[in-house]
């Protein structure tokens, strides 16, 4: 049988799923043994209990000095943030998707445009950023608003393009004016991909909120990383990342259920 | 003066001309089957009578008003496909059909309770109430096409524009879908233009059938002439008519 047909069964392939999870643990565990064995006080691979108990450390007890679990507290800090700046952009893309895709006038004025301002690294730009905004709140999250939503725009404006131009005709043919067909007839089909686009972006999202952290914050989980990070403190890196990454894949997860909750019609378009 | 008037048509993208020298007249009520090989400009025309396309010269009236400049009220149409909206439930669909004129694109309490009832009848006579709350995706091709002519009924078009609406069906559906649109023509007499491949569903259909064809062919430069309406043959009066002779 060719190697294209071979379909793995449920038992093979959950084991599949788990290798390389496995695999990266295993690595990391020996690595570390070897380190530990020949310097007990290395920092660089510390144990995985080391990291568990460190994790539940973070998890539970408060700073001395401020008497807040920093953990929480960064979290919280970071993911208001990441909230803002994603939830301007997505609405700030569904503006213009709808108003590029939609309006040839509004195509001819801002696509090479978007396209051009595209191409602009986000970070070479966080200096301005930092000078224009100042250190607070804003430059954060202006920083990923603009590092994703050109993206956002020419992904749902090429989305609303997609939509068929028999559904668009048909809608006139109903007597539907601009504004009816952007609200009843685009939009609608756009929310669906919203949440694909939205979910794309978290990572770059992700990205940019940890950069402007790192270069100025005073709470944020990737301030605190760049913070500890002087003080080689590997078992707190890991754990924030691990953190992290625990974060960023069930924001993924719920977007993907909430858009098959609301948009039943998308079948398997998410 | 004939219900729908097309004087003179010409239309050409860019140098290739498709149409030339096509005039047609329609009495109201007739089913008018347009029908002729691939390429040969029959969908440009209904896109013409849809007013999708503006012709490069010459004029289309439908009851004597200004050629219109973009699709509107007047004329109804469905397409092979996509001809319905996939985010609204079947009857959503039916009752977009009148809602969508509003300056918000719907209705509200009274109105809305209203035009929902309209839309139930409209779905008991296409055959669709069983499945009313449904999304358009998980309705068979023939029923999504039911729903289709519902939707652009609903709506009051004085002409009705099909292209190709059964092209994308197996033939038992299209045969059930014809009888069905003979029925509905029945009750509602309502003057209808169709694009079809199919020359006897042009003929079983329509109460005239048009061809397009080019006059002229230059075998060396295909594109150098366009199509015209080669023969205007009228099913009803001429039962001597056959498929061959188109």
Redesign the interface.
């Given at each position: 049988m060719r190697l294209i047909n071979r379909e793995p069964g449920r038992v093979v392939r959950a084991a599949l799923i788990a290798l390389p999870f496995v695999a990266v643990v295993l690595a990391y565990t020996i690595g570390s043994e070897i380190r530990l064995a020949a310097n007990p006080a290395d920092r660089l691979l510390p144990a995985p209990s080391t990291i568990g108990e460190t994790a539940l450390r973070l998890f539970t007890e408060p700073d001395p000095r401020s008497d807040r679990i920093l953990l929480w507290h960064d979290t919280r800090a970071s993911l208001l943030r990441l909230a803002a700046g994603v939830g301007i952009a997505a609405l700030l893309a569904t503006l213009f998707g709808l108003l590029i895709g939609l309006l040839p006038v509004m195509r001819a004025t801002f696509a090479g445009f978007v396209a051009v301002i595209s191409m602009v690294p986000p970070l070479a730009v966080l200096p301005i950023l930092f000078i224009v905004f100042g250190l607070g709140e804003t430059s954060k999250v202006v920083l990923i608003v603009i590092g994703i939503l050109p993206f956002m725009i020419r992904d749902l404006s090429q989305r609303v393009l997609e939509i068929p131009r028999e559904t668009i005709v048909k809608a006139e043919t109903l007597g539907a004016s601009s504004l009816v067909i952007a609200l009843h007839v685009a939009l609608p089909q756009l929310l669906p991909r919203l949440i694909q686009s939205v979910r794309l972006s978290l990572g770059p999202a992700w990205l940019f909120l940890i950069a402007s952290e790192a270069i100025s914050a005073e709470t944020g989980l990737g301030y605190r990383i760049f913070l500890v990070r002087r003080f080689l403190a590997m078992d707190i890196i890991l754990t924030y990342v691990l953190w992290i990454t625990l974060l960023a894949f069930l924001t993924d997860i719920a977007l993907r259920w909430l858009g098959r909750r609301l948009f039943p019609w998308a079948g398997a378009g998410l | 003066m004939s219900f729908v008037v097309a004087e003179n048509i010409f239309q050409s993208y860019g140098p290739r001309p498709i149409l030339e020298r096509v005039n047609l007249e329609v009495e109201e009520g007739a089913f008018i089957s347009i029908v002729g090989a691939s390429g040969c400009g029959k969908s440009t025309f209904l896109r013409l009578l849809?007013a999708?396309e503006q012709p490069t010269r010459g004029e289309i009236r439908i009851a004597g008003s200004a050629p219109a400049s973009?699709?509107?009220?007047d004329?109804?149409?469905v397409?092979q496909?996509?001809?319905?909206?996939?985010?609204?439930t079947v009857r959503q669909n039916i009752v977009?059909?009148e809602s969508?004129?509003?300056?918000?694109?719907?209705f509200w309490g009274a109105a809305r309770a209203a035009a929902r009832a309209r839309a139930d009848e409209t779905l008991a006579r296409i055959g669709l109430e069983h499945v009313a709350d449904q999304?358009?995706?998980t309705l068979s091709g023939g029923m999504q096409q039911r729903l289709?002519i519902g939707?652009?009924l609903a709506?009051r078009?004085r002409i009705l524009l099909l292209d190709e609406p059964f092209g994308a069906l197996d033939p038992g559906t299209r045969l059930s879908m014809h009888d069905f649109l003979i029925e509905l023509r029945r009750d509602i007499g309502m003057t209808v233009f169709m694009v079809t491949h199919d020359l006897e569903e042009g003929f079983k259909l329509g109460d005239r059938v048009i061809v397009f064809d080019k006059l002229r062919w230059d075998p060396t430069d295909p594109d150098a002439y366009g199509a015209t309406i080669t023969y205007d043959l009228d099913t009803r009066t001429e039962p001597g008519v056959s498929v061959a002779s188109a």
């Open positions: - | 849809l999708q973009e699709p509107g009220l004329r109804g149409v397409f496909r996509y001809s319905v909206f996939p985010h609204l977009a059909g969508l004129r509003t300056s918000a694109g719907r999304y358009p995706a289709a939707q652009a709506a078009p």
